[in-house]
Nanobody
Framework: QGQLVESGGGLVQPGGSLRLSCEAS????????IGWFRQAPGKEREGVSC????????YYRDNVKGRFTISRGNAKKTVYLQMDNLKPEDTAVYYC???????????????????????WGQGTQVTVSS
């Protein structure tokens, strides 16, 4: 059975950096949209950045553009999220998700429970605080 496993979260000071990893197993990985979502306490979940494993196209929400970079690992079935110049408002649990044959923008805009996604990870906590 397929799954996604996130890692790389932690506590960092404002202006610092973290790299999140999302490793896939048990499914083909090709022809999927893979994305990062986050949810802070008391706030709606939001799509942060998404990538197509088919053509490499990417999507970023406005408030992370220029600070976050999403990429796919060459050998491993892994998607990374490099987060630079982190701000306190980036504090949230970050989740990785996958949907077959979907554009990055459509994936990042998808709402609903985790059942709306083919695969949904367990989440990793990112805390930005001095």
């Amino acid at each position: 059975q397929g799954q996604l496993v996130e890692s790389g979260g932690g506590l960092v000071q404002p202006g610092g950096s973290l790299r999140l990893s999302c490793e896939a197993s048990g499914f083909t990985f090709d022809y999927y949209g893979i994305g990062w979502f986050r949810q802070a306490p008391g706030k709606e979940r939001e799509g942060v950045s998404c990538i197509s494993t088919t053509d490499g196209n990417t999507y970023y929400r406005d408030n992370v553009k220029g600070r976050f970079t999403i990429s796919r690992g060459n050998a491993k079935k892994t998607v990374y999220l490099q987060m630079d110049n982190l701000k306190p408002e980036d504090t949230a649990v970050y989740y990785c998700a996958a949907v077959f044959l979907i554009s990055p923008q459509a994936l990042c805009s998808r709402t609903g429970s985790s059942r709306a996604f083919a695969y949904w990870g367990q989440g990793t906590q990112v805390t930005v605080s001095s």
